[in-house]
C-alpha cells in the first residue's frame, strides 16, 4: 500500500535544493544580539507600563479569554480598547479579533463575496491574499501602487460590489501607498477601500497611520485593518470602521464568531501601549530615523538599500542561497535580522529585512554597519 505522505521527502528534498527549507530557531529570552528582525518598532513589548498592564490583567481575568467574543470572551478591557483605538485613528468604531491576520481575513470575506469584485495590489499581504480566496469574489490582482491599473480594473468588469484592498506600508518593501489617489478612484467608481495599517500604526506622522495622514480619516468608504502586534507591542489584530460596518462584521466575520477571543492581558498591554504612543508623539519620528540610519548604514556597507517610509527596510541580494548566508553573517557578527526568500518575495529578490526600532542607540547603528559589511564576504551555501 503506498503511503500518503511519501511526497513529502520529495517535496522537502526539492525545497532543500532551492534554499527554501525552514526550519524554527527558538530564542532564549536574551541571547546578546541586536535585534533588528522583530516587529517591535518602538520598543514597547517590554516597557513596564506595558508589562506590568499585563500583569495586572492576567491576575485580574485569568490567562485566556474562555470563549468567543460573542459569548464570554469580550470583557471590558476589550470594550475600551476598541474605542480607545477607534478614537486614536479617527473612525467610529473598531473590533478587536485575536490576530492582525484574522482581522484582514473577517474584514474582507464578510464586505464581499460571489458576485463582488475584489481589487488587490500585486504586493499586499499574505493575509489579504488569503482573504480575497477566503471570500470567493472575482479578484483582480494589479500592478504594485498603480491607481490607474486599480481604475481600468474597476470600471473593465461587472460586479455588485466592489472593494479596493492595500497594505499601506508595505511589509517587505517598506513603501508607502498612493492612499488618496486609490481612494479617489474608489470613491468614483462606487467602491470601498480596505488599507491595512499594520506597519503604520505608531510609524507614521505622528502614529495615527497613513490613512490618518492622507485626509481619509473616518471616511464612511474607507476600512482600517491593524495589528496590535509591532508597534503597539502585544498581540491581536482590529478592524477601524464606520459604526454599520463594525455591526456587520459582528454578525458575518467568521474568523470573530468562531474564534476564541484575544486574552485579556494582552488587550491590556495593547492599550497600555497605544496611550504611551498617544502621549509621545516623538516615538514614530525616532523609528523613523533609525530606519533612515539603518538604510544608510546597508549602503555604506556597499548593499543597496529601499527608502523606508516606516520601520522596514529591504536589502534585496537575490538568490535564496545569498539571502541566508547574509543572514548568518549578520548573526555572526551579533546582529539579527530578517531572511526572506520565496514565496514570501518573487524570485530572484530574496533579501535581508532590517526593522528598526524607536529605542536603538547610535552604537546599536553602528554594530548593524558593522554587520552588514560581513555580509558581502559571506560565501553563499
Not at 197 to 212: K, P, S
Request: aromatic letters at 2%; one cysteine or more; glycine letters at 10%.
Amino acid at each position: 500500500m503506498s503511503d500518503p505522505l511519501g511526497w513529502l521527502a520529495h517535496h522537502a528534498a526539492a525545497r532543500r535544493t532551492a534554499g527554501l527549507r525552514r526550519s524554527l530557531n527558538p530564542r532564549p529570552a536574551a541571547d546578546g544580539l541586536l535585534d533588528l528582525a522583530s516587529n517591535d518598532y518602538l520598543g514597547l513589548a517590554r516597557h513596564p507600563s506595558v508589562v506590568a498592564a499585563a500583569a495586572a490583567a492576567a491576575r485580574e481575568w485569568g490567562a485566556g479569554s474562555t470563549g468567543s467574543r460573542l459569548v464570554t470572551g469580550s470583557t471590558e478591557l476589550h470594550a475600551g480598547l476598541e474605542d480607545a483605538l477607534a478614537a486614536f485613528v479617527g473612525t467610529e468604531s473598531g473590533l478587536v479579533f485575536s490576530s492582525g491576520y484574522l482581522a484582514n481575513l473577517g474584514a474582507v470575506a464578510a464586505l464581499a463575496g460571489p458576485g463582488d469584485l475584489v481589487v488587490s495590489d500585486a504586493m499586499s499581504h499574505a493575509s489579504l491574499v488569503d482573504a480575497c480566496r477566503l471570500s470567493r469574489a472575482d479578484v483582480a490582482v494589479v500592478p504594485h501602487a498603480d491607481p490607474a491599473a486599480v481604475d481600468a480594473a474597476l470600471c473593465g468588469r461587472s460586479w455588485r460590489r466592489a472593494l479596493v484592498v492595500t497594505d499601506s506600508v508595505f511589509s517587505v518593501d517598506g513603501d508607502l501607498a498612493p492612499l488618496a489617489e486609490l481612494h479617489a478612484v474608489a470613491r468614483r467608481r462606487g467602491a470601498l477601500l480596505l488599507v491595512d495599517e499594520a506597519h503604520a500604526i505608531g510609524v507614521v506622522a505622528d502614529g495615527r497611520g497613513a490613512v490618518h495622514q492622507a485626509g481619509l480619516a473616518g471616511e464612511r468608504d474607507v476600512v482600517v485593518t491593524a495589528t496590535l502586534s509591532k508597534s503597539l507591542g502585544s498581540q491581536g489584530g482590529v478592524v477601524l470602521a464606520a459604526r454599520d460596518v463594525v455591526d456587520h462584521l459582528v454578525d458575518a466575520a467568521r474568523p470573530f464568531i468562531f474564534d476564541t477571543g484575544l486574552a485579556p492581558m494582552c488587550a491590556a498591554a495593547a492599550l497600555a501601549a497605544l496611550r504611551l504612543v498617544a502621549a509621545d508623539p516623538d516615538l514614530p519620528a525616532a523609528v523613523r530615523r533609525r530606519a533612515r540610519d539603518l538604510a544608510g548604514a546597508a549602503r555604506d556597507a556597499g548593499l543597496p538599500a529601499t527608502d523606508p517610509a516606516g520601520a522596514v527596510v529591504s536589502v534585496v541580494l537575490g538568490e535564496p542561497d545569498r539571502a541566508v548566508a547574509g543572514a548568518a553573517a549578520c548573526r555572526g557578527a551579533g546582529v539579527r535580522v530578517g531572511c526572506f526568500r520565496p514565496p514570501s518575495v518573487p524570485p530572484g529578490t530574496s533579501r535581508l529585512r532590517l526593522t528598526a526600532r524607536a529605542d536603538l542607540t547610535d552604537a546599536d547603528v553602528a554594530l548593524a554597519k558593522a554587520a552588514l559589511a560581513t555580509v558581502r564576504r559571506a560565501p553563499s551555501r
